[in-house]
């Protein structure tokens, strides 16, 4: 048994596992398929990051390379749960269509993602933020066309709880934009998304502490995942930072690694920071000189 499975394990241990849309998982880090060189790296990048869930672009152009080769034909099908996505749609009527064909495609493969989508509704192509309007309105008709939603969205808290009150299953707030790698840019709307989503008071009762929030887009590196699991977040979804990096199979451990440290420390709650320092011994019997005394 290899030191990572060990490591995996013990942390597996000490947490209660994801539930989303229904369905139960142990990792908490869910992982895209494009942008690799190859599909050989592909593969052992979604082996290394020890993700259940791995998001697939259903575009066809983006699952066929240039040799005609299927992206599927790389991907375990039966290790996998396939989220199939809607990157690439700017208006709910292209995403709702994108989603249906991502359904029937995986309903013949027999595939467990077939009722889910990533929903994305782009607003322009510079800096590919969500389209609100768009998101909201194709987010109600792919829940009453009896998709589990998983919808993408700006960090905009009143947003979230919109999304979260049309019906999709899971809220996916953007830490920074799409590929840009700079991390979770603004911790504080994560942390009242999630109070929002899953807190009492904030939420005037209406909150559940067990809804899932992920934090989706803009990761570039493992204490990205870390400090946005650290803010409460149920999982991370990233694609670019392992993709990209100069070994994406080594970062693709470190983003599993980072996504298990950042959620037990979480759960184990964090120091508080104070402007002074605080001994970590008594003073007591102390027989040298203390300046200030």
């Not at 889910?116 to 509704?121: D, S």
Request: net charge neutral; hydrophobic share 40%.
């Amino acid at each position: 048994m290899t030191a990572s499975i060990q490591t995996s394990q013990a942390s597996a241990s000490l947490d209660a596992p994801l539930v989303l849309a229904g369905r139960t998982f142990r990792s908490r880090l869910i992982v895209g398929t494009g942008k690799y060189r190859d599909y050989s790296t592909m593969q052992q990048a979604l082996d290394a990051s020890g993700a259940e869930v791995i998001t697939v672009a259903v575009r066809r152009e983006r699952l066929y390379n240039e040799k005609g080769e299927s992206l599927l034909s790389f991907i375990d099908l039966k290790r996998y749960t396939i989220l199939p996505n809607t990157a690439g749609c700017f208006t709910a009527e292209d995403a709702v269509r994108v989603a249906r064909l991502g359904r029937e495609l995986l309903d013949q493969l027999g595939n467990a993602g077939k009722d889910w989508v990533k929903l994305e509704v782009l607003g322009d192509k510079k800096t590919l933020l969500p389209d609100p309007v768009g998101t909201l309105e194709a987010c109600r008709e792919l829940v009453a066309d009896g998709f589990q939603v998983l919808c993408y969205t700006s960090d905009d808290p009143i947003m979230a709880q919109r999304i979260r009150d049309a019906g999709a299953a899971s809220v996916m707030p953007a830490g920074s934009p799409i590929g840009s790698g700079q991390g979770v840019l603004n911790p504080n709307n994560i942390r009242l998304i999630l109070e929002l989503l899953k807190g009492k008071e904030l939420s005037g009762g209406r909150g559940d502490a067990n809804y899932p929030v992920i934090v989706d887009a803009g990761v570039g590196t493992a204490s990205d995942v870390a400090i946005a699991m650290e803010l409460g977040a149920d999982g991370v979804l990233l694609n670019t930072g392992i993709a990209h990096a100069k070994d994406p199979v080594r970062m693709a451990h470190a983003m599993r690694m980072g996504t298990e440290a950042g959620r037990l420390a979480y759960l184990s709650g964090r120091i508080d920071k104070k402007l002074y320092a605080t001994a970590s011994s008594p003073w007591s019997g102390v027989i040298s000189y203390i300046p200030g005394e």
